[in-house]
Each structure stands twice: as structure tokens, then as C-alpha cells.
């Protein structure tokens, strides 16, 4: 059977050969152009002698179910060989439980976590309802303090970044924020969900862990649940014990469907970007609308942090109208055509979603005139996505008419 093989060093490469080769080691795939999807607890050994050099070294291959398989080997060979400065990925069945499996991996009784004042609302939920009770204090700070020495204590051990902010976009000062915490040995993990390695490498920019919500971009059909994490060759060790200690597994049927998406990813991200933009700045002209909320747009206070350290955007962004309630968003939401209502994003098909704050912001606020609507650009036709919101944003002005 195949043995592990590190991840081949594909950085020479440009993207798309990467994305088209990565994950493909011969040894795994055999005369397969993909791995085969092996659906497997036992896993059998021919002899004892077998077993026991097995005992001795579980990670060199196949072992038990929950070890993994070629499969899922293959995809995260594929997701580390994406991030140059990654010694390993490990995979979860959400992405949620990549963030909270990073977390534990990291900290301890005692330890302080500052988490960002924008974090995706079930990593805040995680770190004030299971990490506090374990001994483990969370403080919020504001994503556009660059540098953050001030929030430190003695205990401070991790610091959890999202960038761009889940619902208002902001922009992390990511090398100002990494260069403080390495000086103090402080562990920071970033959710790269937003960017993907595609638009953002958050390792060489001194980031220790990256996360990805598979779940979105990568999987990239809205029919898979799946997350990642990325480590440095420091932290490796400890992700992977917090991995296999949790009982962290996925199956190999989602992984197949994983790193399926990700052979296009390149392509869909930039069909994304590009249908995004344009939608972005058609809303930032509309008369009903206040602000966009995306940092590619000049008028987003972070885009100079944008544009130095991200390669490109993708296809989620936000807008804020300048009048009316939530309950009015009804009159534009329920008659569009091409964009579904509903949580996560990334998909193939534009979603819309009105954002309530209330209970995501701790430590900073945000005064917006009129309720906030969350956008998923989908691979659809920009025209066809405008003439949509067109219609939908004439119903929203007439009610106040
Ligand atoms: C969706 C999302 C997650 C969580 O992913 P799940 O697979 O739904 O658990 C984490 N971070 C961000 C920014 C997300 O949008």
C-alpha cells in the first residue's frame, strides 16, 4: 500500500498548474487520475510483523480510518503544498471545528485569547461559552488596531484574526499584528476562509495556523461541510495531537468532493472576483444605497492594507441601505429571482442576507442609517445579478414612497 509522502514543493509552479497537480502524488493516486474514495475503519495488517511496524509509526500509512486515507491525504497534501511555510494541513467536519480544534490545540487554564472584534459569531460563542468555563478568558479587540501591544498581559497566549471581518469587512494590519506577537511568542491563527490561499498567504506573513471553512470556496458547490488548518512546522505538533486527541476525522466521500472543488478553484474565485466588483460598484452608485462594505472598492477604509497584502478579492461583500428596517428588506429579498436566502456562502449560486450585529460586536460599534445585506456573487451573470437587485432595490424605495 502507499505510504506517506511529504507534499511535493510546487511553489515554482504558477497557480493553475498548482491547482491541477497538487495532492497528486503517483504512490497515492496509482494509474488514477484522482485518489480513490476508500470508505474504511479497519484497516488490515498480513502479518504481525506488519502490525507491529505499523504501532511503531501510525502517521508513515495506512493504519486506522480515523488516521486517514489516500483520499484525504491527497487533499491535504493538496492544501499545505498551496501555503508556502505550511509543514502540514489537518482536516475537520466543519469549519467550525477546525477554529475550535486550533484553539484548544493552543491554549490552556489560565490563558488569555484576544479574539477579533469581528470574528464569525460561532468563534466567539465557542471561545465565551466552552473555552471560559475551562479556565480560558477571551477579550475582544478592534480589527483596525495595527498594533495591539496595549491589549497584552502576562497570560495573553493566542490571538484570533479574521480578515476581512466576517459581515463588516475590515482589514486586518496582519505583518504589524504577527511581528508583536511573535516578539512575545504569542500563538496567532487566522481564518482565511474569505481569501482562501488564492487571494491571501497568511503563513508568510508570520500567521502560525490558518483556517479555511472547506465549506465555502473550496468545496465551492454548497453540497459539502469540511475545515481546514495550516501550521507552521512549530505548531504542527500540537495541531495534530489536538486533531487526533478530539477525534477529529471527515469522510472520504466529502474529501473526494473537496478536492474536486478545489481543481477549479482558480477559476470560480476569479469569475467570483470579477462578478463581485461589478456588482459592488453598480450598488455603490445606487441612490439607495449608503455604503459597500467590500475592501477592493477605494472607499473602503482598509484598502490600502488590501491591496499591499491580498493578491485579489472574491465574491462576499456587504452594502448597507440608507433608510428602512430589517422588516422592510422584505419587499427587496422576497422577489429576487437569482439569490437565495440562506447561511454560508461561496457556492456557485449568489445568495443575499440581511446581517443583524446585534450580538457579533462587543468592543466596537458600528452606527449604519439602514439595515445591512449581505451578498454571495455566485457564477451567474453580472447582468443578469444586477437587473435582480435593480428591481429589488426599486420595491424597497417605493414603500417609503
Ligand atoms: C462559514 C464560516 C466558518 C465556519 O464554517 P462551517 O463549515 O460552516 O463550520 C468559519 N469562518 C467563516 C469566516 C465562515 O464564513
Not at 7 to 20: K, Q
Not at 290 to 316: C, E, I, K, Q
Not at 367 to 377: H, N, Q
Amino acid at each position: 500500500m502507499p505510504r506517506r509522502q511529504p507534499p511535493a514543493d510546487l511553489s515554482a509552479l504558477g497557480l493553475g498548474t498548482r491547482l491541477a497537480t497538487a495532492g497528486r502524488e503517483p504512490r497515492a493516486t496509482a494509474r488514477f487520475v484522482n485518489p480513490p474514495v476508500a470508505r474504511a475503519s479497519t484497516i488490515l495488517f498480513p502479518t504481525l510483523a506488519a502490525l507491529d511496524a505499523a504501532i511503531r509509526a501510525p502517521d508513515s500509512g495506512l493504519y486506522y480510518g480515523r488516521r486517514g486515507t489516500p483520499g484525504i491525504w491527497a487533499l491535504e497534501d493538496a492544501l499545505t503544498s498551496l501555503e508556502p511555510g505550511a509543514a502540514g494541513t489537518k482536516l475537520y467536519p466543519s469549519g467550525v471545528a477546525a477554529i475550535s480544534t486550533a484553539l484548544l490545540a493552543v491554549l490552556k487554564a489560565g490563558d488569555e485569547l484576544l479574539v477579533t472584534d469581528s470574528a464569525y459569531e460561532p468563534t466567539r460563542l465557542f471561545a465565551d461559552q466552552l473555552l471560559k468555563p475551562l479556565g480560558i478568558t477571551t477579550r475582544y479587540f478592534d480589527p483596525r488596531t495595527c498594533h495591539i501591544t496595549s491589549d497584552f498581559t502576562p497570560e495573553t497566549r493566542a490571538i484570533l484574526l479574521e480578515s476581512p471581518g466576517s459581515l463588516t469587512f475590515e482589514v486586518h494590519d496582519l505583518p504589524a499584528i504577527t511581528a508583536t506577537a511573535k516578539a512575545r511568542g504569542i500563538t496567532t491563527i487566522l481564518d482565511n476562509t474569505w481569501a482562501t490561499p488564492l487571494r491571501l498567504q497568511p503563513l508568510a506573513l508570520g500567521v502560525d495556523i490558518s483556517i479555511q471553512a472547506l465549506t465555502k470556496y473550496v468545496g465551492g458547490h454548497s453540497d459539502v461541510m469540511m475545515g481546514s488548518a495550516t501550521a507552521t512546522a512549530a505548531l504542527w505538533p500540537r495541531l495534530c495531537r489536538a486533531h487526533y486527541r478530539l477525534g477529529m476525522n471527515v469522510s472520504p466521500d466529502d474529501a473526494a468532493l473537496a478536492l474536486r472543488g478545489l481543481r477549479t478553484l482558480g477559476l470560480r474565485l476569479d469569475r467570483h472576483e470579477a462578478s463581485a466588483l461589478a456588482v459592488a460598484r453598480w450598488l455603490e452608485a445606487h441612490p439607495a444605497v449608503h455604503s459597500v462594505l467590500h475592501p477592493a472598492l477605494p472607499s473602503h477604509p482598509d484598502h490600502a492594507l488590501f491591496t499591499r497584502d491580498f493578491s485579489g478579492a472574491t465574491g462576499l461583500f456587504a452594502f448597507v441601505l440608507k433608510r428602512g428596517t430589517r422588516a422592510d428588506l422584505a419587499t427587496f429579498l422576497d422577489g429576487l429571482h437569482h439569490f437565495g436566502m440562506g447561511f454560508s456562502w461561496g457556492g456557485y449560486e449568489s445568495l443575499a442576507l440581511p446581517v443583524d450585529l446585534a450580538g457579533c460586536r462587543s468592543s466596537t460599534r458600528t452606527a449604519f442609517p439602514g439595515p445591512l445585506v449581505r451578498l454571495s456573487i455566485g457564477l451567474e451573470d453580472a447582468a443578469d445579478l444586477i437587473a435582480d437587485l435593480e428591481a429589488g432595490l426599486t420595491r424597497y424605495q417605493a414603500q417609503f414612497a
